[in-house]
């Protein structure tokens, strides 16, 4: 019975190592580098970005319009 | 007054970590079993030794590469100037607390899902219910709308997902038609449609999130790894691939190959659970929410956090974040009832919103970024631009 558990102690550490292992040899960037380019992403998108540059309310749906327009 | 006992109280049969491994007991009693036990003491020792000289490893790997903070890249860009934002609708018609909502790909429909058990469709422009289902159980924490728009998915206490075709005739009766396709072992924390109707991703308290077939309800693929519940997840954009990320109770946020079922990226920053993880709008990042009052931005390439939003006048947890379009604001609903809008790039907070009457507990910006909508325990939902 204690070698189950044994057993199972050492798959889950096996796993462990293993995922570990994988994880460490991914290949990385540099900060600097990957933030620059978070920061052009944003830039280049900025002026479509109604949330940031905000659209007229006569195109937003959800602002109200000026006026109201009876038909 | 301690956070702790604020953020317990909101996870239904959360439990804080599957079975620990059970402690190695020893048994005497026959000799060959005695070395056998030696052997493997021995082996998993050695193993014990090589997974923190990894840990380090990967630690000092990832500091090398460590050269700038992004805030210090973002210095030339332009501030941010004052936003005036606003409940534009509120759409009421919930009988409890608004658990999750999600948008229709027609930028305008809206599905939520609440803990008396019912699911509602919206028409978030004239806040208009379309459709309503009432769910077999109570706590529905998990909604979807499907990318045709014509289905919803939904689960919680059941321990499934459903998904029910939207009928275009509004007197028929939902339910009839109802699909169960995921089963956990657990509660239902958070579902998805992938780029079809035809595939559903899920994350269970049970630790696990699994792909699912809708059509004959078959399990895809498993995703073991999380230590805890999985409380929520996000599929990556659809040009950067087969990727997704969740975030648990075991404060980890991982990053998943859909294909192979692995773990691909692991990111253990957070001091509490993660409620609510969203991918960057060029897929290179992603953003988390969390019970310790931090939102975090972790860059995928440079596999590592590169962000925290946090101030020290904020204590409560965040339950949910999404970004705008260009990816330029993140916006966090807490459970001090507020949102709170940062500059992704700099940092800092542009804005704070007010309006909810209990907590935030759903956030997402509508396909076309022209809105976001955010749900509440105080059972309604209000849309802003």
């Known amino acids: 019975m204690s070698n189950n558990n044994a057993n199972n102690n050492l798959i889950i550490a096996q796993r462990t190592v293993k995922q570990l292992r994988l994880e460490a040899s991914i290949r990385r960037i540099k900060v600097s580098q990957a933030a620059a380019e978070l920061r052009n992403f944003c830039l280049q998108n900025a002026s479509k970005d109604p949330l940031l540059v905000g659209v007229p309310s006569s195109d937003n749906p959800f602002r109200p319009p000026n006026s109201c327009s009876l038909f | 007054f301690p956070k702790q006992t604020f953020s317990l109280c909101c996870k239904p049969f959360r439990c804080r970590s599957l079975p620990a491994r059970r402690k190695y007991m020893r048994s005497p009693l026959v000799p060959e079993m005695a070395t056998q036990e030696v052997q493997l003491n021995e082996t998993l020792s050695h193993l014990k030794t090589e997974s923190d000289t990894l840990k380090t490893k990967l630690e000092e790997e990832r500091a090398k590469l460590h050269d700038v903070e992004l805030h210090q890249v973002a210095e030339k860009v332009d501030g941010l100037g004052q936003f005036v934002m606003k409940t534009r609708r509120t759409l009421k018609g919930h009988g409890n607390k608004v658990l999750c909502m999600d948008w229709c790909k027609d930028k305008r429909r809206i599905v939520s899902s609440s803990q008396d058990g019912k699911v509602i469709v919206w028409d978030a422009f004239t806040t208009n219910k379309e459709h309503a289902v009432t769910m077999p159980c109570t706590w529905v924490m998990a909604c979807a709308y499907a ?98 990320v969740s975030g648990g109770c075991d404060k980890k946020a991982n990053v998943w190959d859909m294909r192979s079922g692995q773990c691909i990226q692991s990111f253990e920053t957070h001091e509490s659970d993660i409620n609510s993880v969203r991918y960057y709008p060029s897929g290179d990042a992603f953003a988390s929410g969390s019970d310790d009052a931090t939102c975090r931005l972790y860059d995928l390439r440079a596999d590592r956090e590169v962000a925290i939003y946090s101030k020290e006048s904020i204590i409560f947890g965040v339950s949910s974040v999404d970004f705008s379009l260009s990816g330029r604001l993140l916006f966090g609903g807490y459970n001090d009832y507020t949102i709170n809008v940062w500059d992704v790039l700099k940092g800092t907070r542009v804005s704070i919103l007010f309006g909810h009457e209990n907590r935030v507990s759903t956030l997402r910006v509508s396909p076309d970024g022209t809105a976001f909508c955010s749900g509440s325990w105080d059972h309604t939902l209000r849309t802003w631009a």
Not at chain 2, 209 to 236: I, K, M, P, R
């Open chain 2, 147 to 244: 990318p045709s728009g014509c289905a919803v998915a939904c689960g919680g206490l059941d321990n499934k997902c459903s998904v029910y075709p939207l009928s275009l005739d509004k007197n028929e009766n939902l339910a009839a038609k109802k699909k169960s396709v995921a089963m956990h072992t657990n509660y239902l924390s958070a579902c998805s449609f992938t780029n079809s109707d035809m595939q559903i991703l899920t994350s269970s308290g049970d630790g696990t999130c699994a792909l699912w077939d809708v059509e004959s309800g078959q399990l895809l693929q498993s995703f073991h790894g999380h230590a805890a519940d999985v409380l929520c997840l996000d599929l990556a954009p659809s040009e950067t691939g087969n990727t997704f």
